[in-house]
């Protein structure tokens, strides 16, 4: 059974810097791109980036590239989500996913989510 | 970026009933569209991809349709698990993007 599961998360002030990390489970993680979605409170849903199965190309979204960044530890099955000088519109839940690539492409796992709380 | 709206923001219908929700995109994203479901309290979960397959385990009654720019999900014969929001997503051309969701209640 798939199974992701993100820590990390709380409550940070703007301008301060996070972690978050998710553990995946019951697939062969270093064959799969992996992501990191959010979802705000109001429920809109953001890509933020995604990573390859090796960890050798990064993408991400643009208003995000600067402050947030996405890496792997394969040995350890996990990913992570380096998140600085975070700001109150970085409220949301993070959810870490796996990226499925075969002709088209989609979110086929998502994690429980993570909720991450900035305020001063 | 490719913009993702979806229709309507929120559905009330009865169980049995048949509903349709739409999701238009600003371009052309050559089916490279999958809907989402999540349940109160949960996680999305996958529905369909590409379109028009449905994912491993969700029941028939759900199916998307569409091509182009336009694109619809459909649940026949309602029932109560259905209560859901449900989000369209491009994966046609990054940034990937989501609608802005459809929050179905049961009347």
């Known amino acids: 059974e798939v199974q992701l599961v993100e820590s990390g998360g709380g409550l940070v002030k703007p301008g301060a810097s996070l972690k978050l990390s998710c553990v995946a489970s019951?697939?062969?993680?270093?064959?799969?791109?992996m992501s990191w979605v959010r979802q705000t409170p109001g429920k809109t849903m953001e890509w933020i980036g995604d990573?390859?199965?090796?960890?050798?190309?990064?993408n991400y979204a643009p208003s995000l590239k600067n402050r947030f960044t996405i890496s792997r530890d394969n040995a350890k099955s996990t990913l992570y989500l380096q998140m600085s000088n975070v700001r109150s519109e970085d409220t949301a839940t993070y959810y870490c996913?796996?990226?499925?690539?075969?002709?088209?492409?989609?979110?086929?796992?998502w994690g429980q989510g993570v909720m991450v709380t900035v305020s001063s | 970026d490719i913009q993702m709206t979806q229709s309507p923001a929120s559905l009330s219908a009865s169980l049995g009933e048949t509903v349709t929700i739409e999701c238009l995109a600003s371009e052309d994203i050559y089916s490279n569209l999958a809907w989402y479901q999540q349940k109160p309290g949960k996680s999305p979960q996958l529905l369909i991809y590409y379109a028009n397959s449905l994912n491993d385990g969700v029941p028939s009654r759900f199916s998307g349709s569409g091509s182009g720019t336009q694109y619809s999900l459909k649940i026949n014969s309602l029932q109560s698990e259905d209560v859901s929001i449900y989000f369209c997503q491009q994966n046609y051309d990054s940034p990937w993007t989501f609608g802005g969701g459809t929050k179905l209640e049961l009347k």
């Open positions: 990573i390859k199965y090796d960890g050798s190309y990064t």
């Open positions: 996913t796996r990226w499925t690539t075969v002709a088209t492409s989609y979110f086929d796992y």
């Open positions: 019951g697939f062969t993680f270093s064959d799969y791109w």
